[in-house]
């Protein structure tokens, strides 16, 4: 048997044969050494083998080369096959089955491997071919049997299946439904129940997928209301105490009076009467003593009278501001009472603190700025822009604009519409991506990249950005998160959170969904602050609004306009475009930048001398009419002024108010107003002045191309969190928005399930494909009903079935 084997040049012939190059079947091998048309032995016949003779297998270690095999000519082996045209033996591969073939004389085939009876020959040979599963199945093991050899078929026992080509047997999950000689495992109580349990987990996700959610909320909630509970039992209590101090001075100052007076008294009655010498002393000292005792401990005695009261006294009375009582170290972590308690402890200090702010006399505001310039953490941003000009194309949409941004200041941007207000927000910002830009933007007096502090900018633009389906607390914890320092503790961030909904007046719709178009949320107004609130919570040192009072009442713009001051206060540089604010929402800003059409600078600088300045062109406010629109509409052309000045040079008196250089494309409008260029040099000319400007556009040029072409590097000095914990925070947003969907969601899984029992009934599962055929009408049934609906589901099932 071992010389009618096949060498690995015979193997390597049989598998080059089966498949020309077109990658097509071949019917028969290619011809041979041993099988051709001038030689063809009994070999070549399928179930055929023969023998390379008596002495060694002629391999060439060179070439290899198939060896002669003429003689020995005989069966095939069980367990090998042997292919027409091949005069060796090829092992079968596990799980098949390759017995000795029978010869069927009524039909003159050898079953089961139908081919015909050999001539000149008494019986049939052995196996002649194998293939993959595609093209025949006869020769694997059949199902209900396993094969552990090629040459052995046994039938599967009791609590086994056995699949088609097995060469073990597989146990059953249940016993009692696989008898003798099983082919498949029966699944369809495995489906039934599976199919059950996710129908119970639906509906359990359908009625109370809400209250995965509200349970924490509500345990959150009831510890925020205790930690506001005892926040204000604590400022109470100061308040309590701080009178009894006031009340105890006083008290101590009568008494020392009394005590100075009732001394003199006993000293003329000393003198007057000798016998009292050793009384009067000893009382008079121990009244002095006991005062003296009171006057220097109480006011200690006072602050540590209630010693649970948490809230800190200074000598003089008030709450001593920067840091509080560190967090508890070690390892037991703060509860959320604890850190609400902290966060909403130090908002009552800063109410208190505003009050006590509001009849200072100028020391006491002196005083004031510099604690609070010492309490400031946040980097300070002072911009500049000097002859920034914007184009899109041939048009310009800013002018020759100059001006700057301060810190610790709000500034509203006004003007009549097309001026570029919003186009201005964006140049200042950095967002100039498709524009062209000539002139500078200086930040802290140097030539920065703005988007180099991209990390410690907000911008809130016009049309809200907020998530309708999460509720206003969780949108402002999602921008804190991921947009507030690395190095935060939990306590800042929670602090910096209740702050930002306390100033904004949102405690009332803190645990309120947003809304979307289909679910009503909040109102408007409350949405917009909520947009507000998401740049807020970051702790930006630049903050640009682009109409963030459109849409909002009077109070509500109001008390928007207060957080943002409350942020100025933080050393904050606030800027805003505003539309029609009222005169006291108007008075509320520091400074006013005032754009004329086409994108020219008509004011900037102090609210408070904007009237002073028009004044002096002859332009002046009617009574009972608002400063700014008044203003507004003279650069519409709504209202001409009385002086007869003209609306489109007053772009050109600011800039020779303020020294600026004027434009060459508007001397023609300089000439008109009968001005002379004085601001740009003396009467000896322009020439020596050349060079040093062509150097200096030069080296602007070149900075702006450089800020453009590079990558700005980071100047922010802030170390956001990484993408790994960025990653975690957007995994823990997608998962609440899906829980408030998990009804929509339980619906279509409940309406896939049933399509796929549908789809499963029809399929073949007791084949041996395992219904793979019809896999591609549940894809192209799940995919159309996604997008399609019931209706091409229906059409699709009904296709199957046909």
């Known amino acids: ?93 596990l799980g098949s089955y390759c017995p000795r073939a029978t010869a069927n004389f009524t039909t003159g085939l050898c079953d089961p491997y139908k081919y015909q009876i050999t001539p000149n020959t008494t019986g049939c040979g052995g196996a002649d071919t194998w293939a993959d599963f595609g093209t025949t199945e006869d020769m694997f093991c059949p199902a209900g049997y396993y094969c552990p050899t090629p040459t052995k078929k046994r039938p599967c026992t009791h609590g086994h299946y056995c699949r088609l080509g097995s060469t073990t047997e597989e146990k059953c999950i249940i016993k009692r439904f696989c008898d003798d000689n099983t082919k498949n495992e029966s699944t369809a109580i495995l489906g039934a129940c ?59 100052s009568g008494m020392q009076s009394h005590i100075s007076r009732t001394f003199s008294r006993s000293r003329r009655s000393f003198r007057q009467q000798p016998d009292g010498l050793q009384e009067a002393p000893l009382f008079m000292g121990q009244e002095l003593s006991d005062s003296a005792a009171f006057s220097a401990g109480g006011t200690h005695e006072i602050s540590e009278v209630n010693p649970s009261v948490a809230v800190d006294l200074s000598s003089d009375g008030g709450i001593v501001a920067g840091k509080d009582r560190a967090a508890p170290k070690g390892k037991h972590r703060s509860t959320n009472t604890q850190i609400f308690k902290y966060a909403y402890g130090e908002i009552e200090k800063e109410k208190v603190r505003q009050e006590e702010n509001k009849n200072l006399t100028f020391t006491g505001v002196v005083a004031m700025v510099t604690e609070q310039q010492r309490e400031i953490t946040r980097p300070l941003l002072k911009v500049e822009f000097k002859h920034l000009t914007l184009s899109l194309g041939k048009k310009k949409l800013l002018r020759s604009i100059n001006g700057e941004l301060w810190p610790g200041r709000v500034t509203a941007v006004m003007g009549p519409s097309g001026a570029g207000k919003t186009t201005f927000l964006n140049a200042v910002t950095g967002k100039v991506a498709g524009y062209k830009v000539s002139g500078s933007v200086l930040v802290n007096g140097r030539h920065d990249n703005i988007r180099s502090y991209k990390k410690i900018i907000g911008f809130v633009p016009q049309d809200d950005v907020v998530h309708g389906n999460l509720t206003v607390e969780e949108n402002l914890w999602f921008s804190a998160k991921c947009r507030l320092s690395a190095t935060a503790s939990h306590r800042h961030k929670v602090l910096t959170v209740e702050r930002v909904i306390d100033s904004l007046d949102l405690q009332g719709v803190r645990s309120s969904l947003v809304g979307t178009v289909e679910k009503r949320g909040i109102s408007g107004g409350q949405r917009k602050r909520v947009n507000v609130g998401i740049e807020m919570v970051m702790e930006p040192s630049l903050l640009i609004l682009d109409e963030p009072t459109s849409g909002l009442d009077s109070s509500s713009s109001q008390l928007l306009l207060r957080a943002l001051r409350h942020e100025a206060l933080e050393g904050v540089n606030v800027c805003a475009v505003v539309h029609q604010p009222s005169y006291t929402l108007y008075n509320m800003f520091d400074d006013l930048i005032l754009l004329a059409k086409g994108g020219f600078i008509v004011y900037n600088g102090p609210v408070k001398t904007v009237e002073d300045h028009f004044r002096t062109l002859g332009i002046h406010v009617p009574e009972r009419v608002n400063p700014p629109d008044h203003y507004i509409d003279i650069l519409e052309g709504i209202v001409k002024p009385e002086s007869g000045i003209n609306a489109k040079h007053l772009p050109l008196h600011w800039m020779l108010c303020n020294g600026y250089e004027v434009p060459n494309d508007m001397q023609d409008e300089l000439k008109a107003m009968g001005e002379q260029r004085t601001y740009i040099g003396s009467s000896h000319g322009s020439t020596p002045h050349c060079l040093p400007q062509v150097r200096h556009a030069f080296a602007v040029e070149r900075d702006r191309i450089e800020q453009h072409l590079s990558k700005p590097k980071d100047l922010s000095s802030r170390r956001t969190p990484g993408v790994i914990s960025q990653y975690k925070y957007y995994l823990g947003r997608v998962t609440k928005q899906r829980l408030r969907e998990a009804r929509l969601l339980s619906v279509d899984f409940l309406i896939l399930g049933l399509a796929g029992i549908c789809l499963g009934t029809i399929a073949k599962l007791s084949d041996p494909t395992f219904g793979m055929p019809g896999y591609i009408y549940t894809i192209i049934a799940v995919c159309k009903f996604k997008h399609s609906g019931y209706t091409v589901f229906t059409l699709i099932s009904i296709i199957r079935v046909t």
């Open 194 to 252: 599976l199919v059950g349990g996710l129908f119970v987990l639906l509906v359990i996700i359908y009625n109370c997928s809400g209250q995965f959610l509200t349970i924490r909320e509500k345990r959150k909630a009831r510890s925020r209301e205790n930690a506001i509970q005892l926040a204000r039992q604590q400022i109470k209590a100061h308040e309590g105490w701080k009178a009894a101090k006031q009340l105890a001075r006083k008290h101590v």
């Open 1 to 93: 048997m071992a010389r009618r084997l096949c060498t690995p040049k015979e193997v390597e012939f049989y598998f080059q044969s089966l498949y020309d190059k077109k990658g097509e079947k071949n019917l028969y091998l290619h011809t041979n050494i041993n099988c051709n048309r001038s030689s063809w032995v009994q070999g070549c016949e399928p179930g055929w083998a023969c023998s390379v003779g008596s002495g060694p297998v002629p391999i060439d270690g060179n070439k290899e080369k198939i060896p002669p095999r003429t003689s020995t000519c005989r069966r095939c082996c069980e367990g090998f096959f042997c292919p027409r045209g091949l005069t060796c033996m090829l092992p079968c591969p």
